[in-house]
């Protein structure tokens, strides 16, 4: 089970793929023509949205196969949980695009649920018992429908990402585009994560410390990246290793901090050689290619898309979470670091309701703030739920 199940996400992911090349050939191939010389209708955006449909449907299989096989619902990891979050991507995007047919969003969208599967497929995949701890029906209830609002979620941040490669200035240097040139540098250091675990897991890197946890026990930490950064009071044990620069406290997971730098950095490298090839900032040669999308139509996309994650999100992360403190640690809250930026999370998207709603914050303005949100959540994911030592850091 375990074998159809790794199988049909395979199947999901170059799904995904081929619904990404269906998209581009549908927005660069507008005015292909036939053999008469006529121009032909376009139907590769229709592919590209049976190609989605395809991937949510062999995913829900991944999903539904493994969790015949583990006996509980495979959210319970990191692997498990970045998966469906691209699943929920995917599934999100599928119903937006019936109702919009716009193929700018899947061209954009179908490479993020591809980069968010490929990303969990860098962390321990085997399925393994839960801890008495989420050991509860609502584990179940409440990271599936916290997945599914940051599905729903992230389709609002492809949208404000249309519209502000589509509208923005790229000749002129300044605060906006600076700032989206800093987004397309955090997505290429996701990608940079892929890239260099990949070539350090092929060369079976791997060196253990020694180190003092932060219940003050002496514990081990193995690292599959080179150590920058070392535990707190570590001590290296494999020779012919580098030694770290410095240490990290003991509040901090060292090892996890370690594997953000070097994707911070291998994401700086890739920035800077795709800098160089087009000689331009990447969101100014994206641009071209986005000059048939209406802004006001991606503009209506994104809000709808946060006006219905929103809630769903407010649901999972908030209400059936504090459902699930309260039987699992006998408390409904308690400051944990992935509490608190789950309520920054709920706070932010209902300041951006209130302002489009009451304020008249749309265009230009509520895109940033659609990107902005989706950077805090993917925030929440990897530097607070890796880096910082918490309840929740048993998720890993």
Same mark, same amino acid.
């Given at each position: 089970?375990?074998?159809i ?30 053999k008469q010389?006529? !121009? ?44 469906f ?11 937006i ?7 700018y969003?899947?061209?954009?969208t179908?490479?993020? !649920?591809?980069l968010v ?28 429908? /916290?997945?599914?609002?940051?599905g729903?979620?992230?389709i ?15 000749? +002129?240097?300044n605060?906006?585009t600076?700032?989206?040139?800093? !987004? ?11 890239v ?5 897991d ?29 535990p707190?009071?570590g ?22 901090l ?5 994707s ?23 641009q071209?290619?986005? +000059? ?15 006006a219905?994650?929103?809630p ?6 908030l ?28 706070l ?6 209130? @302002? ?8 230009? +303005?509520?895109?940033w703030?659609? /990107? ?12 607070v739920? @890796? !880096? ?9």
């Amino acid at each position: 089970m375990a074998t159809i199940s790794g199988n049909l996400l395979y199947i999901a992911f170059f799904l995904y793929l081929g619904a990404t090349i269906a998209f581009t050939v549908s927005i660069t191939g507008k005015k292909w023509r036939n053999k008469q010389g006529e !121009v032909s209708g376009n139907r590769w955006g229709t592919f590209g949205f049976l190609f989605s449909i395809l991937g949510s449907l062999f995913s829900i299989g991944y999903f539904v196969t493994r969790w015949m096989h583990s006996g509980h619902a495979p959210v319970s990891n990191m692997f498990e949980y970045m998966t469906f979050l691209g699943i929920a991507i995917g599934f999100a995007f599928v119903i937006i695009y019936a109702i919009y047919r716009l193929d700018y969003l899947g061209l954009f969208t179908m490479p993020i !649920v591809m980069l968010v599967i490929a990303y969990a497929s860098m962390f321990p995949g085997e399925v393994a018992p839960l801890i008495p701890a989420l050991q509860s029906h609502w584990l179940t209830i409440h990271v599936i429908t /916290v997945a599914l609002g940051q599905g729903i979620l992230s389709i609002g941040m492809a949208a404000g990402l249309i519209y502000l490669i589509r509208t923005l200035d790229f000749t +002129k240097a300044n605060k906006q585009t600076r700032a989206l040139e800093f !987004v397309m540098y955090c997505l290429l250091s996701l990608v940079g994560f892929i890239v260099i675990g990949s070539a350090f897991d092929a060369m079976d890197y791997e060196a253990k410390f020694t180190f003092i946890n932060e219940n003050g026990l002496e514990a081990e930490m193995n690292y599959t990246l080179p150590p920058l950064v070392g535990p707190n009071e570590g001590q290296l044990l494999t020779e012919g290793v580098i030694a770290p620069f410095f240490n990290a406290p003991a509040l901090i997971v060292a090892n996890d901090l370690n594997t953000v730098i070097w994707s911070m950095l291998t994401g700086l490298a890739l920035y800077w050689v795709l800098r160089l090839v087009l000689r331009k900032r990447i969101g100014g040669a994206i641009q071209p290619i986005l +000059k048939g999308v209406s802004p006001q139509a991606v503009d209506e996309v994104s809000y709808r898309a946060i006006a219905i994650g929103f809630p769903v999100f407010a649901l999972g992360g908030l209400v059936f979470a504090m459902i699930w403190a309260q039987i699992a640690w006998t408390r409904f809250w308690g400051w944990d670091p992935k509490e608190v930026w789950a309520l920054i999370t709920f706070l932010f998207y209902a300041a951006y309701l209130h @302002l489009r709603l009451s304020k008249g914050w749309q265009g230009e +303005k509520s895109a940033w703030l659609c /990107v902005i949100g989706f950077g805090i959540i993917i925030f929440n994911l990897v530097f607070v739920n @890796l !880096v910082i030592a918490g309840l929740h850091s048993y998720a890993l």
